[in-house]
């Protein structure tokens, strides 16, 4: 058992080499950042070991691709390392899919705080205070095939807290089986626990969110350990450019100004919560009625757009809005379905085909010869149910706006 209650952070996943992407076009006010933001959250993490004094920092691999930073990429993080030894704090480093250790430049040295685990085995180091052993590290660089073996990283001795590091896939019920205290782990962007104790499993995430499908604080975790052996996470932003979806519902009685004046109330909330923060929000409005009609046919989703970049996207910290999208409607106007119209039969088929959800869509014969054999064929004859549903509700919001003359008389 240690001595002493001790702390740690892991972080995993810096992908120093990918600056955020997704979006249609970059501000310029804004571009500095985009550029900047990989490097700026990962400082921010070696700037949180400084300030919470931690024992140790455990990093889980893809922390950078050398060959796409070049020179500057482990430049970074040998200052970053070097500032951490100036505090005697030490680095145990399992690297990931991009940066197994041969890929590190053998022209620059790293510092003599920090160890890279290799491939294969795993290695056992402790980690000690005033020679005192604290805890255990078992860690292993990722192979290419990117399986974790948990069996592989029982600790030889169960005396002091131990903690295995790695980067990729592992079977749950294997990590439960196993004899380690703390599973540090990579591989996932997004933080997420997936074993609360006995042992505690925990993916940090990546400290920047590189895309909108990556919403959210992103950052790092702190980890308080007991004499007990308790874990308590702690997680911490570290993010400088913040995806968010915003979901709006609509109704009939909606009205522009009052659309514009809720998400205003959605960007002041976002700004209170993180004051420092520079966010990026993709919009999807739901519901139905003229409002959401005319967001969804015309130019009017364009300019609410253009007025929230302008009202809120300018200044710094900026809420700059990616996006507004109109979510298609489960089902439309009743006295439609009933129509002797094409627009009636269309929307009859659409509902037919949504009740008989093992009926095929038959796309097939929409593909060209080109793609009949390829990924695009697969790719729609294999729709899941759920992507099944919103695809037959945008066809069915498309249908109704091309036939959108049939309205009149309706």
Same mark, same amino acid.
Request: a negative charge; glycine letters at 8%.
């Given at each position: ?287 139905? !009625?003229? =409002?959401? &009609? /005319?967001?969804?046919? *015309?130019? %009017?989703?364009?300019? $609410? #757009? ?58 097939? !014969?929409? =593909?060209? &010869? /080109?793609?009949?054999? *390829?990924? %695009?064929?697969?790719? $729609? #004859? ?29």
């Amino acid at each position: 058992m240690s001595n002493w209650p001790f702390r740690f952070l892991h972080a995993s996943d810096f992908h120093l080499e990918t600056p955020p992407f997704g979006v249609d076009e970059v501000p310029d006010h804004l571009m500095e950042l985009f550029l900047a933001a990989p490097y700026r959250s990962a400082e921010r993490v070696f700037d949180a070991a400084l300030a919470e004094n931690v024992d140790f920092v455990v990093l889980a691999g893809d922390l950078l691709d050398s060959r796409r930073t070049g020179p500057r990429g482990p430049l970074f993080l040998v200052e970053q390392f070097e500032r951490l030894a100036q505090r005697d704090i030490r680095v145990y480093w399992a690297g990931g899919q991009i940066d197994p250790p041969e890929a590190w430049p053998p022209s620059m040295r790293l510092p003599k705080n920090v160890y890279l685990f290799a491939q294969g085995e795993p290695e056992q180091r402790v980690h000690r205070r005033a020679d005192t052993a604290v805890a255990r590290l078992i860690g292993a660089s990722r192979l290419p095939q990117g399986r974790i073996k948990p069996q592989a990283f029982d600790p030889e001795h169960s005396g002091v807290f131990s903690i295995a590091v790695a980067h990729g896939r592992a079977d749950l019920e294997s990590i439960k089986a196993s004899r380690v205290d703390y599973w540090a782990l990579g591989g996932h962007h997004s933080r997420r626990t997936l074993c609360e104790s006995m042992p505690t499993a925990h993916e940090p995430g990546s400290p920047q969110g590189r895309w909108p499908e990556e919403a959210g604080p992103h950052g790092y975790t702190l980890i308080d350990v007991d004499l007990e052996r308790n874990v308590e996470l702690k997680p911490a932003s570290a993010d400088v450019l913040r995806w968010e979806t915003q979901r709006l519902v609509i109704g009939e009685e909606h009205t522009a100004d009052g659309l514009e004046r809720e998400m205003a109330g959605r960007v002041e909330s976002l700004r209170q919560a993180s004051p420092e923060t520079d966010f990026l929000i993709t919009w999807h409005v739901a519901g139905s !009625g003229p =409002l959401a &009609d /005319a967001l969804r046919r *015309g130019t %009017a989703s364009g300019e $609410l #757009l253009a007025r929230l970049r302008d009202r809120f996207g300018q200044r710094r910290p900026a809420a700059w809005s990616v996006a507004v999208s109109v979510e298609p409607p489960a089902r439309h106007r009743a006295a439609w379905y009933d129509e002797d119209t094409i627009r009636g039969e269309f929307l009859r088929q659409i509902e037919r085909l949504s009740r008989e959800s093992n009926e095929s869509l038959d796309l097939e !014969g929409f =593909l060209s &010869d /080109a793609s009949a054999d *390829g990924p %695009a064929r697969d790719l $729609l #004859l294999k729709t899941p149910e759920a992507s099944r549903t919103n695809l037959l509700r945008e066809a069915a919001a498309l249908g109704v706006d091309l036939l959108f003359g049939e309205e009149a008389g309706s």
